[in-house]
C-alpha cells in the first residue's frame, strides 16, 4: 500500500466503471460515463461527472461543479462557489462557504451550514437548510421545506407541502421574508 498525494491538476476519464481517490492537492476533473464519483479531501477546484452515478466527495478547498444523470450527490464542505446538479437524486452539502446552487429533477436537499446565497430547487422532494447566513432561495415543487437558524433575507416557495422556518436571534431580513406554500 503506498499513499499518493497530488499536487498540480489531476484528470480522471473513463468511459465506464467508478472513479475512487484519496485527498489531492491540485485542482482535479473526473469524469465518468456511468459509474460512481468517491474521494476524499480536494484541495483546490473541482469537477465531478457522472452520466448515472453517485458523487461522494469530503471537504473542497475551492470551487465545485458537481453532476450526476440520476444519482446522489454527497459534499463534507465546500469553501468556494458551488454548482450542484443530479437528474433525480438527493443533494447533501455539510458546509457552504461560498454560493451554493443546488437543483434536483427528484430528490430531496439538505443543507448544514450555509454562510452565503444559497438558491435550491427541486422538483420532487423537500428542502432543509439547518442555518442559513446569506440570502436564501429555495423552491420545491412536491415536498415541504424545513428551516432552522435563519439569519438573512429569504424567499421559499413549495406547490405542495408545508414551510417551517426559525429565525435566529440575531436575524437581519433588509431584503425581506417570503414563505409561500400553495
Known amino acids: 500500500f ?9 484528470s480522471l476519464v473513463t468511459t465506464g466503471g467508478n472513479v475512487t481517490t ?5 485542482s482535479t476533473r473526473i469524469q465518468t ?8 479531501n480536494i484541495g483546490q477546484d473541482l469537477t465531478a461527472i457522472t452520466g448515472g452515478g453517485h458523487i461522494f466527495v469530503g471537504d473542497i478547498q475551492g470551487d465545485a461543479n458537481l453532476h450526476t444523470g ?13 454548482r450542484v446538479f443530479t437528474g433525480g437524486g438527493n443533494v447533501s452539502v455539510g458546509k457552504s462557504g461560498s454560493q451554493l446552487y443546488a437543483d434536483t429533477a427528484g430528490g430531496q436537499i439538505e443543507v ?22 446569506g440570502p ?21 416557495s413549495t406547490d405542495a407541502g408545508e414551510i417551517t422556518a426559525w429565525f435566529g436571534p ?11 406554500s400553495n
Not at 440520476?70 to 458551488?82: L, P, Q
Not at 452565503?116 to 439547518?130: D, F, H, N
Not at 436564501?136 to 421559499?156: D, K
Open 2 to 10: 503506498r499513499r499518493v498525494l497530488f499536487r498540480s491538476r489531476v
Open 22 to 26: 484519496g485527498s489531492i492537492t491540485g
Open 33 to 40: 460515463d456511468g459509474g460512481h464519483i468517491i474521494t476524499k
Open 70 to 82: 440520476g444519482g446522489h450527490i454527497r459534499a463534507d464542505s465546500i469553501t468556494g462557489t458551488a
Open 112 to 133: 448544514g451550514e450555509a454562510f452565503s446565497l444559497v438558491k435550491a430547487r427541486t422538483g420532487g422532494g423537500g428542502i432543509r437548510v439547518v442555518r442559513a447566513g
Open 136 to 156: 436564501t432561495q429555495l423552491q420545491s415543487t412536491n415536498g415541504s421545506i424545513f428551516l432552522t437558524q435563519i439569519n438573512s433575507a429569504i424567499r421559499a
Open 170 to 180: 440575531d436575524a437581519k431580513l433588509p431584503g425581506g421574508c417570503n414563505l409561500e
